[in-house]
């Protein structure tokens, strides 16, 4: 059953190319909700880590950001709680583009805050309504349609710029065990999942060790000085 799922998912599963995905936030600078979607195309984060992110939660100086909890909405309301298991509460290194949006964000949030005062709902959010309240996954899914037409991209879902950030770790040839790491997964269930990206690696893979060894078998076999 857990492969059937698993290969239902691999056929659904979509991703952006790095063209696509710069395109997608080139297109949506500006956009309230921009952060959100940098996030999940550069960190590979799920949407209830990138709706609980706190500002406390990021390290500029060492650049990396900590997943420690959770936002999400249920019938009854908003739950926040720890990450469901101890792989995903983890850190996560950042790009300097992904730095700069942050650092970006965090100058609105500051005008947000001096222009609504009081009224302003401070739960030290990264991503959050202009007031400073829990944003709802709907309103990320609405933006994120508008967005893609924008853009002029494929469209995909949400989730899929988790597998976006996945494809393109693979892509720059991150070790797989390290790729999962920055996604909160056992590297068993980072390759279950991806394992149909992987051909092509196992055949660069292959080129390069049979390049190396006929370079040493090329240098075993040079004459030697006596």
Same mark, same amino acid.
């Given at each position: 059953?857990?492969?059937?799922?698993?290969? #239902?998912?691999?056929?659904?599963?979509?991703?952006?190319?790095?063209? &696509? @995905?710069?395109?997608?936030?080139?297109?949506?600078?500006?956009?309230?909700?921009?952060?959100?979607?940098?996030?999940?195309?550069?960190? %590979?984060?799920?949407?209830?880590?990138?709706?609980?992110?706190?500002?406390?939660?990021?390290?500029?100086?060492?650049?990396?950001?900590?997943?420690? /909890?959770?936002? $999400?909405?249920?019938?009854?309301?908003?739950?926040? /709680?720890?990450?469901?298991? $101890?792989?995903?509460?983890?850190?996560?290194?950042? @790009? /300097?583009?992904?730095?700069? &949006?942050?650092?970006?964000?965090?100058? /609105?949030?500051?005008?947000?805050?001096?222009?609504?005062?009081?009224?302003?709902?401070? $739960?030290?959010?990264?991503?959050?309504?202009?007031?400073?309240?829990?944003?709802?996954?709907?309103?990320?899914?609405?933006?994120?349609?508008?967005?893609?037409?924008?853009?002029?991209?494929?469209?995909?879902?949400?989730?899929?710029?988790?597998?976006?950030?996945?494809?393109?770790?693979?892509?720059?040839?991150?070790?797989?065990?390290?790729?999962?790491?920055?996604? %909160?997964?056992?590297?068993?269930?980072? $390759?279950? +999942?991806?394992?149909?990206?992987?051909?092509?690696?196992?055949?660069?893979?292959?080129? +390069?060790?049979?390049?190396?060894?006929?370079?040493?078998?090329?240098?075993?076999?040079?004459?030697? #000085?006596?």
């Amino acid at each position: 059953m857990r492969s059937k799922v698993n290969a #239902n998912e691999q056929k659904e599963m979509q991703f952006w190319s790095v063209e &696509d @995905f710069t395109k997608f936030l080139e297109s949506s600078k500006g956009h309230v909700h921009y952060i959100v979607f940098s996030l999940a195309i550069y960190t %590979g984060m799920r949407r209830g880590e990138i709706l609980g992110l706190r500002w406390q939660d990021i390290d500029f100086d060492h650049r990396e950001l900590k997943v420690i /909890q959770t936002a $999400n909405w249920t019938r009854s309301g908003l739950v926040i /709680q720890r990450p469901k298991t $101890n792989y995903s509460i983890r850190s996560v290194k950042l @790009f /300097q583009a992904v730095l700069d &949006d942050l650092q970006e964000r965090y100058e /609105q949030v500051q005008a947000l805050k001096a222009e609504y005062g009081d009224a302003y709902e401070d $739960n030290d959010l990264v991503c959050c309504y202009p007031t400073g309240g829990y944003i709802k996954p709907k309103r990320i899914t609405e933006g994120m349609v508008v967005l893609v037409r924008k853009a002029g991209v494929k469209k995909i879902r949400f989730h899929d710029l988790r597998h976006t950030h996945a494809s393109f770790l693979l892509k720059i040839e991150i070790n797989p065990k390290v790729a999962a790491e920055r996604l %909160g997964m056992t590297p068993a269930m980072f $390759n279950e +999942r991806y394992s149909h990206l992987l051909p092509t690696m196992q055949d660069e893979a292959v080129d +390069r060790i049979e390049a190396e060894l006929k370079k040493h078998s090329e240098k075993s076999l040079e004459p030697t #000085n006596v």
